[in-house]
């Protein structure tokens, strides 16, 4: 009975190390718009520096005092929000993991509703993009589609380069998250199988010696 329980013990353990090794990274799932649409539905549009960040009081989110450099949208008196250059707003953003972080003295292509007070990120984590020797990064968009956005708009494009394809990247992720996992997957194979050939040795041997 006692040998029976072991093994019953080994084998659930060794369930358990491949239910583990088969969870997925999750992220944050919504829905996704074009540039263009989302800066329709975005009340204020600026790029940015990040100075600093703080923890909100109420929920899992980060809010972001950014720099205003540059304003696209939201920066003329007939505006319902008028925001200038120059200006120190607060942003809040979402945090999920590793996602929704902004890396301080950065610059970024933001895209903002009123929120309390504060701004909120259009698109939940599309709308913000960081703009960086001489390119741009997102999840969401290349860096040809944010200069296409740039131009349409009169702004100073100088600053990037249509030398990155996030969507590449993006697969590029998937596929390092997919390999890890099958590592994952196949260490707790080799595990399980090693436990159980010690369970075998370790039964049979007193059987042996009679």
Not at 33 to 39: D, G, I, N, Q
Not at 53 to 67: E, G, M, P, T
Request: overall charge neutral; proline content about 2%.
């Amino acid at each position: 009975m006692k040998r029976i329980s072991k093994y019953a013990c080994g084998l659930a353990l060794c369930m358990l190390l491949l239910y583990i090794g088969r969870q997925p990274v999750y992220a944050l799932d919504f829905a996704t718009f074009p540039l263009e649409e989302l800066a329709e539905n975005s009340n204020v549009i600026l790029i940015g520096t990040v100075m600093n960040s703080k923890k909100a009081a109420v929920d899992n989110k980060l809010i972001y005092k950014v720099n205003v450099e540059q304003v696209i949208k939201g920066g003329d008196a007939n505006s319902d929000i008028v925001v200038a250059q120059e200006d120190a707003i607060s942003v809040k953003v979402l945090q999920w993991s590793d996602e929704g972080v902004l890396n301080k003295g950065k610059r970024y292509l933001f895209l903002l509703y009123p929120d309390s007070g504060i701004y909120g990120i259009s698109g939940v984590h599309q709308g913000f993009i960081l703009l960086e020797n001489g390119t741009s990064a997102s999840r969401y968009y290349s860096t040809d589609e944010v200069s296409h956005f740039l131009q349409n708009h009169d702004m100073d494009v100088t600053h990037l380069s249509a030398n990155k394809n996030t969507v590449v990247e993006s697969i590029q992720k998937d596929l390092e998250s997919d390999e890890t996992n099958n590592r994952i997957i196949i260490a707790g194979v080799i595990l399980c199988i090693s436990f159980m050939f010690y369970l075998i040795i370790r039964f049979k041997r007193p059987k042996d010696r009679r």
